[in-house]
Every structure is written in C-alpha cells, then in structure tokens.
C-alpha cells in the first residue's frame, strides 16, 4: 500500500504535509548522513553528527545575545547539503566542515554571527596548537638528557635529570602554556613568544608577584604582625638580625622569587644605635659603681639620666661622642646631683 502526499489549499492541510515533507526529508538525509564521516586533525575518523554543528552555530548566535535552536539546525541542515554537494565520497576533513559553516552563514546575511564564529573557531586552533606545544615540550622533559636540552637547563637550580626536577620542570611547562593562552591578551602572548619583553618567572604569573624587596626600617618600626601575634618593636641589634632573617623566611614561604633587603645597613642602623646605647649605659653604671662608689648609682639612675639628655636635648650616646655631648651629660648629672 503506498501512501500519496497531496499538498492542497487548504491551510491546516497544507501545513500539515509541509510538516510531513520536512520530517521525510530530514529522515532521508540524516539515513545519508549516517554514513558519513569527519576526519579529524589527527587522522581519526569519526560519524558526522549534524547536531554538534547546529550546537557549535547556535553558540555563536549566543555569543550575540540571540538564541534560535530552530534557526541553527536550520542553517547546520544547510552546511550538510552544501557539503553533500561539494564533496563526493562521504568524508569530510574537520576543516572542510568549518569552512562551509562560514559560508553558509555568509551566504544567508548573517555576518556577525559568522564573525563571532571566525573568532570562536581562530581561539579553539590557538588552545588546540598550544596543547601540541605542551606535549612536545613534556615529551623532551621526559625522554631528553640535560646536557642536551636547552629546557632541561632553563633554572640553573633544578636538576631537570632527577626525577623530582623533571617534575618541576612539567608543572612549569603546564603552568607557562595556560598563562599564555588564557591569561595573555595574543598581543602580549606574541611579543613574549618574540622575545619584544620579558615576562620574568611566566610559570608564577597566575599564582602571586614574584621577588620582593622588603623595607625593615618600615617593617620594624612600631613593631609588625606576623599574622599569629605581634612583635614590638626590636631593641639591640640581634634581634634585629634575626627578624629580618625571619621577614626574608616568612615573605619566601608566601611569595615567589628572591627576597632581598636593598637598605640593609640603614635598616639595621637603630638597632646599632639602640644596642650601643645599652652598652653605653651598662658600662657607665659599672664606671661609677667602680670608681664612685660613695655615691651609690643605679642603673636605673643612669638610664634616665640618659633619657633625659635624649629627649631635652635629642642627642644619644654614640662612637663619635662629641664633647657636647659630654658636656650636657655632665651638666645632667650635676642637675641630677
């Protein structure tokens, strides 16, 4: 028993047998399609599948701030008959399909649609070359010996021949492409390639700034956190030595690259001062305890004599003692008498 389409004037009718047709015709095609296949950049052959281009069309309709799932199978239905009509035994290269995607879109008016999908597709090519780079970079980390291998050799600190270096090596690799393709604007990503500048440390990019130098004279200077607590102020040169030990440990712990202290001699420099001040007035007591034991000091008494001086006059024991300055502690001293 055949069954006849009559398509008439009557509108539901005539609808209806469109519907009919539409459904016949997309059965017919997606049965030739079927046995169709793309083969892809890396020779694999794989079905060709009209829905994953109308989902890759309606991406770039999206991409506008438009959504139109029947407008894009549409349009992928159309990619697929001018593919059926170009090209002959069934299979398709991945780029064939591209193109004609472009071209169809062109063709029916949308333009800026296929602009966005130019764009889309140019981006998937630079994701995809740079996955390739990675691997070929991880396959000579792996397989290449150091003295041959300028990669292998790029930290002079890392032994990229031991195991713990390659795999620091292949972290880098991983961490320098991602921040090239997702992180750099493809200007900056090629000036970098270049060599026109320098990204320092590029593996770091993503993760924190990358060298420091710390200022201690600010740092200590009323005292600073830790984070867990505070420390005052430090009062004698040890302690300032060993907190600034502690500043470069702490900072290294948190952020990459080297930790440096640029003003170290006038960062250390009131801890000098404060120390030799405590010794000034240590051996001062001793001095008087010794020599004028009549008058029996203190080294309480001696500390705010000093003070006195300090903050009367501002001026502190020092290696270069002027005769001023002996002159206002002896005045002090007489006051104090």
Same mark, same amino acid.
């Given at each position: 028993m055949?069954?006849?389409?009559?398509?008439?004037?009557?509108?539901?009718?005539?609808?209806?047998?469109?519907?009919?047709?539409?459904?016949?015709?997309?059965t017919?095609?997606?049965?030739?399609?079927?046995?169709?296949?793309?083969?892809?950049?890396?020779?694999?052959?794989?079905?060709?599948?009209?829905?994953?281009?109308?989902?890759?069309?309606?991406?770039?309709?999206?991409?506008?701030?438009?959504?139109?799932?029947?407008?894009?199978?549409?349009?992928?239905?159309?990619?697929?008959?001018?593919?059926?009509?170009?090209?002959?035994?069934?299979?398709?290269?991945?780029?064939?399909? +591209?193109?004609?995607?472009?071209?169809?879109?062109?063709?029916?008016?949308?333009?800026?649609?296929?602009k @966005? !999908?130019?764009?889309? @597709?140019?981006?998937?090519?630079?994701?995809?070359?740079?996955?390739?780079?990675?691997?070929?970079?991880?396959?000579?980390?792996?397989?290449?010996?150091?003295r041959?291998?300028?990669?292998?050799?790029?930290?002079?600190?890392?032994?990229?021949?031991?195991?713990?270096?390659?795999? =620091?090596?292949?972290?880098?690799?991983?961490?320098?492409?991602?921040?090239? =393709?997702?992180?750099?604007?493809?200007?900056?990503?090629?000036?970098?390639?270049?060599?026109?500048?320098?990204?320092?440390?590029f593996?770091? !990019?993503?993760?924190?700034?990358?060298?420091?130098?710390?200022?201690v004279? &600010?740092?200590?200077?009323?005292?600073?956190?830790?984070?867990?607590?505070?420390?005052?102020?430090?009062?004698d040169? +040890?302690?300032?030595? &060993?907190?600034?030990?502690?500043?470069?440990?702490?900072?290294q712990?948190? +952020?990459?690259?080297?930790q440096?202290?640029p003003?170290?001699? !006038?960062?250390?420099?009131?801890?000098?001062?404060k120390?030799?001040?405590?010794?000034?007035?240590?051996?001062?007591?001793?001095?008087?305890?010794?020599l004028?034991?009549?008058?029996?000091?203190?080294?309480?008494?001696?500390?705010?004599?000093?003070?006195?001086?300090?903050?009367?006059?501002?001026?502190?024991?020092? =290696?270069?003692?002027?005769?001023?300055?002996?002159?206002?502690?002896?005045?002090?001293?007489?006051?104090?008498?």
């Amino acid at each position: 028993m055949r069954t006849v389409l009559t398509l008439d004037d009557a509108g539901a009718d005539a609808a209806a047998g469109r519907d009919e047709c539409g459904a016949f015709a997309r059965t017919l095609r997606e049965m030739h399609t079927a046995e169709c296949v793309i083969e892809k950049r890396d020779g694999r052959l794989v079905p060709y599948d009209e829905a994953k281009i109308a989902a890759a069309i309606d991406k770039a309709f999206l991409a506008g701030g438009q959504e139109d799932g029947d407008l894009a199978r549409k349009l992928a239905g159309a990619v697929t008959s001018a593919l059926e009509k170009n090209y002959s035994g069934g299979k398709y290269r991945i780029e064939d399909v +591209q193109d004609e995607v472009e071209a169809t879109l062109m063709r029916v008016g949308f333009t800026d649609v296929a602009k @966005r !999908y130019i764009l889309y @597709r140019a981006q998937r090519t630079k994701v995809r070359e740079g996955k390739t780079a990675l691997m070929r970079t991880f396959d000579e980390i792996t397989n290449a010996d150091a003295r041959e291998s300028d990669l292998k050799r790029d930290n002079a600190n890392v032994d990229g021949n031991t195991a713990m270096g390659s795999m =620091l090596q292949l972290g880098s690799a991983a961490a320098k492409s991602y921040n090239t =393709l997702h992180l750099l604007t493809p200007d900056q990503a090629r000036a970098h390639s270049e060599g026109w500048i320098h990204i320092h440390d590029f593996d770091f !990019y993503s993760l924190t700034t990358t060298c420091c130098q710390i200022d201690v004279d &600010a740092l200590f200077t009323g005292g600073f956190s830790t984070g867990h607590g505070h420390l005052r102020e430090p009062q004698d040169i +040890q302690s300032y030595a &060993a907190l600034a030990c502690i500043a470069i440990q702490s900072n290294q712990n948190d +952020q990459h690259g080297g930790q440096s202290i640029p003003n170290f001699d !006038y960062g250390l420099a009131p801890g000098v001062r404060k120390t030799y001040k405590k010794l000034y007035t240590a051996n001062l007591y001793k001095a008087l305890r010794l020599l004028l034991p009549e008058k029996d000091v203190e080294k309480d008494d001696i500390k705010a004599l000093l003070g006195k001086i300090e903050s009367a006059q501002g001026a502190i024991p020092s =290696l270069d003692m002027t005769e001023e300055y002996r002159a206002k502690e002896k005045e002090a001293q007489a006051e104090q008498s």
